[in-house]
Structure formats: C-alpha cells, structure tokens
C-alpha cells in the first residue's frame, strides 16, 4: 500500500547526537517533520520513523496493535543509539507514551525526553467498551488537524479502527506503570486547550515519572498538533536548548573524567 504524499518517514545524518521522533496515534511523520528539519538543519542526527499501519489507509491500522508501533521506535533507538554518542527522544501525543516508554526501557542510554502533549489515556464512557464494541464496530470518527492556526492540516486518517483504538488503551495502563522507571531529564509542553488529549494527561506524567530535571512548558496558542501550530517555534527552539544544555554538560563531564584518568 503506498503511503500518502507527505506521510513519508524522515533521516538525517548529522552529528554524534541523535534524536529519535515519534509521531501520534493515527497522524504520520508529517506532524514532526518541521521540527526534525528544524533539528537536522543545526546538524543533529535524525531519525522519523512511519509507525506500522500508519500512513497508507485505516484499515492498514485495524491489523496492528501497540507492540508494532513500539518495536519500530526501539528498532530506530537501536540504530541511533550504533551511531551516535548520545540519543534523545521526542514524542508527540501517543508519540510521547512511546518515548517515555524507550526511556524507562533503556534507562542512561537515552540522554534526555521531549514530549508535546503526551497522552495517558483513552478518555471517555466509551473507552470502557472497547474490549467488546471492538467486535461489532470497526470504527469511529478520527482525531487528527486539530490545530488552531487557519489552514493548519495534519495527514491522518478520518477513521479510527476500535481494535487498535483498543490496543492504544493497554499500551497507555502498560506506560503509566513504567513511568516511575523514567529518570532522564524531561521537556514537557503541553496546551491548555487540547481537543484531543487533555491536560490532565501531562498532570499525570508530570506526577508519576521520577525525574528531577523536569521542565514545563504551556503552549497557550496551540491545539492539540502544536508541532504543526501557532507555538511549534517554540517547541523546536526550546527542544534545542533542552538537548544542546544536556549534551554539552555530558561532554563536560567526560572531559573531567578524561582528565582524572590521565587520558
């Protein structure tokens, strides 16, 4: 199935840091192709990958579930992890339970996390039949473009498939145990007014993940998509100082290790 015009995934070789980017539940890389270009452009290594059954048509989606879309994302860790010095992870919505999952599972080789509007949960009286509407309904309206700019658009599909939707909701209660294991420093930005995911989500990450470097940021002019929004400048800007303040500091710290060792 080819995959749709501007849903394609993304790499950039740059540098010896790297940056793994996740995109949503049902969108596709479109979504955070500004900010890895905005990335690859200040000569990081790059990677954006298109998660299985996304991308192409919804029915693509119905035959997947979260193990697909995590294994991709730790397949794509893996490879920058083989080429750079240091790798960070960024996510958006349930690319940011992805990321946050990458780092409670490879703990001090993920160097720092970026998430934007990071999702926790399926909300909602119908999310508690999912395990058997699944079996009756195929799908349910869409999420994605939910962003305030005029004209903002996000390449997505307008259905989404209750088997996964319902996959989605194990791989979130599967994330919020984990987040405890999640000690690297973490970038936080999330809007107010979100249609899609609501604050309380980032409330909850916030509360539950035992990092002590933790920064937090409200997107006041953004939706849900706000890499794509009024705020993505200030997404990709401040991303960058995020990882640029960290991979400065580890190089510091191994120059005085160097140092003490005589080498």
Known sequence: MPVLPGAEPYRHD??????????GFT???QSMRPWAEYLA????????PLLPGHGTRWQDLQITGWQDWYAEVDRELRALLDRCAQVFVFGLSMGGALALRLAAKHGHAVRGVVVVNPANKVHGLAAHALPVARHFIRTTKGLTSDIAKE????IGYDRV?????????RFFRIVDSELPQVTQPLLLLHSPQDHVVP???SARVLSRVSST????TLLEQSFHVATLDHDADRI????HAFLTRLATSADTEADKEGASTGD
């Not at 452009?41 to 954006?48: K, W, Y």
């Not at 498939?161 to 909701?169: I, T």
């Not at 470097?213 to 937090?216: F, K, R």
């Open 14 to 23: 740059g540098g010896e840091v790297g940056v793994l980017l996740c995109h």
């Open 151 to 154: 004209h903002g658009v996000e």
């Open 27 to 29: 969108g596709s890389p």
């Open 236 to 239: 990709f800007e401040d991303s």
């Open 199 to 201: 604050p309380a989500d």
């Open 41 to 48: 452009e200040r000569g990081l290594t790059v990677s954006l």
């Open 213 to 216: 470097d933790v920064t937090e």
């Open 161 to 169: 498939p209750l088997h996964a939707a319902h996959s989605l909701r």
